[in-house]
């Protein structure tokens, strides 16, 4: 069979084999003979002779290629592969997004305590970690200092949790101290 014959035919497999940029003719060669030698037609001292190499460089061809055999029936991922470079960059979005989603909640958390005037948890307190709390640069490239937290509902309810109950009925209105201090 010709390979104008297989043009007609449909089946263009033995076009592809001897096509130009296929194998060259010693590898094609080295191929036969491997598998020939896995097929149990020829022993390998036999195809290390056809081949002209000696037996442990044979088997040396043969080990590599089972090799590429086994890499070649690996399956195929299907769409678009990430590099790993593209992988680290989506992991660091993410982490950049849930970094921001965290100072998010914990801001919530911090603004709820403060308005229903419960001392803040050692958990919630600020880490400097935060968006609103990191020391930012100045124009002059100097870190400014970070601004005290001075929160009229802190402040509120220090003084609600330092005066008893007959202070507050007996003082007049506006005769009240606000305390300074914002400790819990």
């Known amino acids: 069979m010709n390979s104008s014959s297989a043009k007609k035919n449909g089946s263009a497999k ?3 084999i001897t096509s130009p940029n296929g194998p060259s003719q010693k590898a094609r060669r080295t191929a036969a003979a491997i598998l020939e030698v896995l097929g149990g037609m020829r022993t390998p001292s036999e195809a290390a002779g056809a081949l002209s ?4 460089r044979y ?3 043969e080990q590599r290629a089972v090799a590429s055999l086994v890499v070649g029936c690996e399956p195929h991922l299907r769409g678009p592969v990430k590099s790993p470079q593209q992988q680290i960059a989506e992991l660091e979005r993410e982490a950049q997004r849930l ?3 965290c100072d998010r909640q914990r801001a919530l958390a911090r603004a709820v305590q403060r308005t229903v005037g419960l001392p803040m948890a050692a958990g919630s307190l600020p880490t400097g970690k935060d968006k609103a709390n990191r020391p930012t640069l100045s124009p002059t490239g100097k870190k400014r200092r970070m601004r005290q937290a001075t929160v009229r509902a802190l402040k509120a309810a220090q003084t609600l949790r330092d005066t008893q109950p007959e202070e507050l009925s007996s003082k ?5 101290t606000v305390s300074a201090s914002t400790s819990p």
């Open 53 to 56: 190499v000696s037996v442990p």
């Open 99 to 101: 970094r921001q989603q």
């Open 172 to 176: 007049p209105k506006g005769t009240e």
């Open 14 to 16: 033995t076009d592809r």
């Open 59 to 61: 088997y040396a061809l």
